[in-house]
């Protein structure tokens, strides 16, 4: 019992990890240098380090039969939200990596497609501490909100990919990043379904 209490707090200690990881890259601007993108995504990397140390502590409790069926449950379930916040976490660092490596590019990210990028960030960001409260305090009437805002994020999503297209029909944007950023559209989905 006391063990699991233990990784229930170490759990919403990732959570938080990722949540700073989130905030900061929608906090990022034009004028932000390499070195301030490697520290976030360093940050990314010690959240994912954690997550693979307490999935392997729990592991390692299934494997000593000890548990009732009831921790066995609340283990398995800490296991499955865990991943999903190491999901998240990892998907953020993805984007990161894309923003940079567009950035240093002439054929990078419109502004415009940054600015759609970090509304579906806030996005992300709102529905991702409404699932931690949910976890926090086990209430379920903030629910309805995660889903809502999911419906939100998938009116964006295609928003963004028809403003990209006028884009690039404009010649605002590259045609050569449309998989590029089809696939940050992609990433942002997945991250908003683990939310």
Known sequence: SAALHLVSKEVLRVSQDVSDVLMKINNLTENDKDEHFSEIIKEAEIAHSLSEKINDYLSAMFAEGVMTEEQANESAGLLYILCD??????????????????????????????????????????????????IENGEGASLKNIQKTKEELMQLDDKMRRNHIARVGKKKCSAKITPIYNNILHDIDRMGNSC
């Open 85 to 134: 916040i190491d999901r998240i976490g990892y998907l953020g660092k993805d984007l990161l990596e894309v923003i940079r490596n567009q950035k240093n590019k002439k054929s990078g990210l419109s502004k415009e497609a940054l600015k759609d990028l970090k509304k579906s960030l806030k996005l992300i960001i709102y529905m991702y501490s409404y699932a931690v409260e949910i």
